[in-house]
């Protein structure tokens, strides 16, 4: 059984920073595909960043060049580091992990298990 839980959410001026950080438990191994997804609410899931085998990074076009997804597996640990955060990145922020083999590292359908959330409010 997996487990995800999310930290570091928080309200932030526009042009701040937040540094998300999702830390797994149970049978998860190195090689799977770990993911950072938002959802704004009355909107879909929408993925943010990817961290795949290998160390491979796949990044939404909104979050490439101001987001940087970071991955300590030893520690089980996936972060996100935002920075220059504006009002449109207010939403709630998942952890996701998935299987080796993710064709579609930003789509929700790809992962087997979620975090609960942490909620990231930019005014």
């Known amino acids: 059984h997996v487990q995800l839980v999310e930290s570091g959410g928080g309200s932030v001026l526009a042009g701040g920073s937040l540094r998300l950080s999702c830390v797994a438990s149970g049978s998860i191994r190195s090689n799977w595909c770990m993911g950072w997804f938002r959802q704004a609410p009355g909107k879909q899931r929408t993925g943010v960043a990817s961290?795949?085998?290998?160390?491979?990074?796949t990044y939404a076009d909104f979050a490439q060049g101001r987001f940087t997804v970071s991955r300590d597996n030893a520690r089980q640990t996936l972060n996100l580091q935002m920075n220059g955060l504006n009002s449109d990145d207010t939403a709630m922020y998942y952890c996701a992990a998935g299987a080796p083999l993710v064709h579609s590292p930003l789509e929700p359908y790809e992962y087997n298990y979620w975090g609960q959330g942490t909620q990231v409010t930019v005014s």
């Open positions: 961290s795949g085998s290998g160390g491979a990074t």
